[in-house]
C-alpha cells in the first residue's frame, strides 16, 4: 500500500510541475506583445489622422443639433393650436348646453331646435 502511496504522490508532483512550466511560457508571450505595442505608439503619422477626423466629426455634430432645434419649434406650434381648438370647442359646447336649456320645455320636448 505505501507503494503505492508513493506513485501516486509522484505523479502528482511531476504533474505540478509540467503546470508550472506552462504557467511561465504564457507570462513571456505577453511580455513580447506589450513590447510590440509600444512602438506603433511610437509613429507620428497615425496620430495626426486621427486629429484630423476627429475635426471632421465635431463638424457633423453641429449641424445635427441645429435641425433638432428646428423640428422641437414646429412641434411646439402644433401643440399651442390644438389648445385653441380645445378652449374654442368647449366654449361651443357650453353654448349649446345653455341653448338647449333656454329654448326647451321643461317636460323635454325642444322647440328651437
Known amino acids: 500500500m505505501d507503494l503505492l502511496f508513493e506513485i501516486v504522490a509522484k505523479k502528482k508532483k511531476k504533474k505540478k510541475k509540467k503546470k508550472k512550466k506552462k504557467k511561465k511560457k504564457k507570462k513571456k508571450k505577453k511580455k513580447k506583445k506589450k513590447k510590440k505595442k509600444k512602438k506603433k505608439k511610437k509613429k507620428k503619422k497615425k496620430k495626426k489622422k486621427k486629429k484630423k477626423k476627429k475635426k471632421k466629426k465635431k463638424k457633423k455634430k453641429k ?41 326647451c320645455h321643461p317636460v323635454g320636448e325642444c322647440s328651437g331646435l
Open 63 to 103: 449641424k445635427k443639433k441645429k435641425k433638432k432645434k428646428k423640428k422641437k419649434k414646429k412641434k411646439k406650434k402644433k401643440k399651442k393650436k390644438k389648445k385653441k381648438n380645445d378652449v374654442v370647442s368647449f366654449f361651443l359646447f357650453l353654448w349649446t348646453c345653455l341653448y338647449i336649456t333656454d329654448h
